[in-house]
Each structure stands twice: as C-alpha cells, then as structure tokens.
C-alpha cells in the first residue's frame, strides 16, 4: 500500500511539473499568441505572362474571379495581395490608364472587399517600367510617383485598399530606391490619402538583406503614419521559392529574427507579402515556426500573404496553394491553424 501511494504521488508530481511547464513565459507566449492583422494569399495571375506586353486577357493573364477568392476567404484569411502589370495599366508615362485594364483591376479588387478581404494592391514589376530602372532618365521618380497618384486618387477613401508601392526592386541601390518611394508616398499623401503603404526594401524584398541597408530603410518618413516595410522569405534552400529542399526547421525565423529587432529599435512595422514552402515535412515545420514566431511579435508583424493560390499554377507546383480536385494542399493545412 505505502508503495503504492509512493507510485501515485510519484505521478503527481509529474503531472504537476508537466502543467508547470505548459505555463512558462515562452510557452504560455506561444498558446496565447493573437492572430495577426492581415492573413492572406497572393493571387497574382495578372502578372502572368509579364515578358508579353500587353498580352492577351484570359490567354497570357487574367485577373483573379470570385471563384479563386472564394476558397481562400471562406477558410479564413482577410487580405489579397493582388498583383498586376504597370505597363498594362498605364501604356505610356504620366498618361491616363488603360480604361479596360483599370477597369478589370477595379472588378477584381471590388469582387475581394465584398467577399471581406482587404487588398493590397501589389505593382509587381521589379523597379523597372519596360526594363528601364525607376529613377532613371528614361523612368523618373515623378513618373512613377504619378502612377501612385493616379491610384490613389481613386482608392485614396478606400480602407479596405493598401498600397504596395512596388514588388521586389532589383539592379537599383538602396539610396535610389528610398528616394523614389519617398517621392511616391509625398505625392500619394497630397491627395488626401491615407491608405496603408507597404515599402519594399531592394535586393528583391529579401529578409535576410534588409538590415544591411537599414540606416538607409529608416530615413523613410509618411507624413500620414501609416507605413510598414514589406519583406519577402522563403524557406528553400536559397530563399529563392524554387527548390523542394529546406536548409533546416528555423530558417524562417533565423531570417526575420534580424528583421524583427531592427523593426522594434526604429519603431517600424513590417508585412511578410511573399513566403511559400514545399510540402515536405521539414519545410512545413520551417514555415509552422516562422509564423509562430511572427505571431509572438505583433507590435512588428502586421502579417502574411503566402505565395501563392489562384488558378494557373500547375498542381504539382511546388509553393502552390490551390486546392486540387477539393483537396487542400499540405501547405494550406498549415496555414489553417493561423487563419481568423
């Protein structure tokens, strides 16, 4: 009998220091974390075909209907990075837009607030206007600042719509490119709008390359206040979203752990617009860990959007998120748990 109460009390007391350990400080962070303010996906099929200017609608491109939001929106997330083409919009410089391109982007962007989604309007050309850099005698800054007026002058009363001021700027300085996102958000502001605008850094958004530049990233100002860096990581094996193959279970948060200090030592904010990952079980872990970490920093992460979903991609892509046959894919399992 003495045993036996020994043999009880025994497993007492690992049950109690087991429940003890569910309630440290880390953990507890963990369980108790809130959702994030913006859980989303891109849907970025009017960038399709991008080399083919302008391209055939419902041939080389297409902007997302209904139906590809529809799946996304009922499992939970709020927000749509909805990407597009700057030449198909504006054909010509400091011109007005292409009616029916505006138009099909208007459709689109309207078809995702009424289901409950606010977009970001995603310009997805790299820094350059037919492969001529922003900045340049041939694309100059006011140029580009006033495609940014253009829309904001439509969308500007539109809390539902953020403004993603350009998609991965490569082959330009970070000094060049702050000054020609600072000339947008200035001409943006002067009409009145005060939107959220996302600000990439260059070097292609990458997360691991931000803080290298980030005397530079903090000399941005919004005289509205109401900015945040945008930042892109994948989890493979050169951050690029092209291999299978995961360095390792932390890399995610091994890349913005860097990103989150610099943010919460300038008092910044950031959106992680563009992560994907295989559907390989190490990969999946990777990206679990990287939003579990997001998560426990909501005073830096506004959020996410997964690249990506919408129809287009091949069901054996290997970042896609669109279900197949009704099926969800691994990733988007995983994504669930992070989902309103």
């Not at 001409?187 to 803080?211: E, K, Y």
């Not at 890349?255 to 295989?278: C, D, F, P």
């Not at 979903?309 to 748990?337: F, H, N, Y």
């Amino acid at each position: 009998m003495n045993m036996r109460r020994g043999i009880i009390g025994v497993l007492a007391l690992v049950l109690a220091s087991a429940f003890i350990a569910l309630l440290r400080p880390d953990t507890f962070e963990a369980m108790s974390s809130p959702k994030l303010m913006f859980v989303g996906v891109n849907l970025p099929s009017a960038t399709f075909a991008e080399h083919k200017l302008p391209g055939k609608v419902g041939e080389d491109y297409f902007y997302p209907s209904r139906e590809d939001m529809e799946y996304f929106i009922r499992s939970g997330m709020n927000t749509v990075r909805l990407g597009f083409i700057w030449e198909r919009l504006q054909p010509v410089l400091n011109a007005p837009f292409d009616s029916d391109e505006a138009q099909r982007l208007d459709d689109a962007l309207k078809t995702a607030i009424r289901l409950g989604a606010t977009v970001i309007l995603d310009l997805h050309n790299y820094a350059h206007y037919r492969h001529r850099l922003v900045g340049s005698d041939a694309v100059p800054d006011e140029s580009f600042a006033d495609f940014w007026w253009r829309l904001a002058t439509i969308y500007g009363k539109n809390d539902s719509v953020a403004f993603g001021l350009m998609n991965e700027p490569y082959g330009i300085s970070a000094d060049q490119w702050r000054h020609s996102a600072q000339v947008a958000i200035d001409r943006i502001r002067q009409t009145g709008a005060g939107n959220l605008v996302l600000v990439s850094s260059s070097q292609w958004d990458g997360a691991s390359h931000f803080v290298a530049d980030g005397d530079v990233w903090d000399r941005i100002v919004d005289p509205a206040g109401n900015f945040a860096f945008e930042v892109h990581q994948y989890l493979d094996v050169n951050n690029s979203g092209t291999h299978r193959d995961c360095p390792n279970t932390l890399t995610g948060v091994t890349a913005i752990q860097s990103v989150t200090k610099w943010m919460q030592r300038t008092k910044h904010r950031a959106l992680l617009s563009e992560t994907g990952a295989s559907e390989r079980n190490d990969c999946l872990t990777a990206l679990s860990h990287m939003l579990d970490f997001m998560q426990q920093h909501p005073d830096v992460w506004l959020g996410w959007t997964y690249f990506a979903g919408g129809r287009g991609w091949a069901d054996d892509d290997i970042l896609s998120i669109q279900p197949v046959s009704k099926i969800d894919r691994p990733q988007m399992e995983v994504l669930r748990t992070y989902l309103h």
